[in-house]
């Protein structure tokens, strides 16, 4: 019997690869014998680097960049086994968990360490990048990548432009004739699972700038800069960059992953599926077992665990999901291709309890399960 182990991270209790592992061990008991493969897996947020990088046996590169404040700070990137694809998480870098919630304001806040990022992969021999652009502080239209990347922003005096949302509206020109010279012969896939424009009621502005410490102040001033971003960026490129879809995410870097990067904006479990193989692994399989924190109705909304059971049911392959909770409406997974969901949680506790027994709790539930899957064999023989 093979079984596929690809869970997503119990956020705050577990990484990918330790739940993995968790399952492989609670299995293990009850079927000793078995062929057990872990490709933990992620949806291009938080986790991707350290699923992708366990799944394939790669490291972990750190180094200091430009945090979202433009304060010094120590960001990391994966990079796979193989060496040629690195992965990078936007909050690493330019996370809004790196500011101070009375620290927070997109007027200021710049996605430069991401781009700083990008440059040492390239300068390091990678071509090709997976970037995940969840979680940011940003919402700067992605200028603060770009000139990292040697992207001139100017002024009507030809003066460069600073960091932050709050210099947008002073732009009046885009000098991208000293680009880094790697990016041309770089792809880029971007991991983006949201589909907000840039500007107007469902851009990074109005959506997404309140999350990351804008006032309904702060809200007009970053959707005028976003605004006159996007008309500079038309006219440079020939794109309706106002409606490109996917542009407004991460406060506009889904825009500038396009522009400056020639990226590729792709559901996030798209790219990490591929990217370890998956759908390999899958073609012989005899049980797939995913899962992640919290299943509910929200999770059929492009979360991992879905992404794992739509492939396997291509192969007809029955999925179990495991959580720590079961949320409300967690029964809409069911069309989607996962048979059957079970919770971890063998008591009512505290929070933080249940964090900490996250590993124990998990590796007891996944033999529970394979107990009662072995005693169903018994019953059908």
Do not use: W
């Not at 964090?355 to 590796?363: P, Q, R, T």
């Amino acid at each position: 019997m093979k079984i596929v182990i690809a869970p997503d991270s119990f956020k705050e209790s577990l990484s990918a690869q330790r739940c993995a592992l968790a399952i492989k061990k609670g299995f293990k008991e009850i079927f000793p014998d078995a062929q057990y493969l872990c490709l933990p897996i992620a949806d291009g947020g938080e986790g991707t680097v350290d699923a992708m990088v366990a799944a394939t046996h790669g490291r972990t590169v750190s180094i200091n960049v430009t945090g979202p404040m433009g304060l010094p700070t120590s960001a990391c990137y994966g990079v796979t086994g193989n060496g040629e694809t690195a992965i990078i998480e936007m909050a690493s870098a330019s996370g809004l968990m790196l500011v101070k919630p009375e620290q927070r304001n997109p007027l200021l806040a710049t996605s430069y360490g991401t781009g700083e990022l990008i440059a040492h992969a390239l300068d390091s021999g990678v071509r090709h990048i997976i970037l995940g652009i969840g979680g940011s502080a940003t919402v700067d239209g992605g200028m603060g990548m770009a000139q990292a990347l040697g992207v001139q922003f100017l002024d009507d005096r030809g003066q460069r432009l600073g960091f932050g949302g709050g210099e947008l509206i002073r732009l009046a020109k885009v000098d991208m004739s000293q680009c880094h010279p790697l990016l041309a012969g770089c792809r880029i896939d971007v991991a983006c699972d949201v589909e907000n424009t840039l500007t107007g009621p469902n851009g990074a502005a109005a959506v997404f700038g309140p999350q990351k410490g804008a006032t309904s102040e702060m809200v007009a001033q970053l959707e005028a800069g976003l605004c006159h971003f996007a008309s500079q960026l038309a006219a440079l490129t020939g794109i309706d960059i106002h409606n490109l879809k996917g542009g407004g995410a991460a406060g506009g870097m889904g825009v500038a992953a396009c522009v400056f990067l020639h990226a590729t904006l792709t559901p996030g479990i798209d790219i990490i599926m591929q990217a370890v193989g998956l759908e390999q692994a899958l073609r012989d399989a005899d049980l797939v077992i995913t899962g992640e924190g919290r299943l509910d109705s929200q999770t059929v909304g492009g979360k991992a665990p879905i992404g794992v059971a739509r492939l396997a049911r291509r192969y007809q392959v029955p999925v179990i999901g495991i959580a720590g909770v079961l949320g409300e409406g967690v029964e809409m997974v069911y069309p989607h291709g996962i048979d059957a969901v079970f919770s971890i949680l063998p008591r009512l506790a505290p929070l933080p309890v249940v964090l900490a027994e996250g590993e124990i709790n998990l590796a007891q539930s996944a033999r529970n399960i394979a107990q009662a899957i072995k005693l169903g064999q018994t019953f059908a023989h």
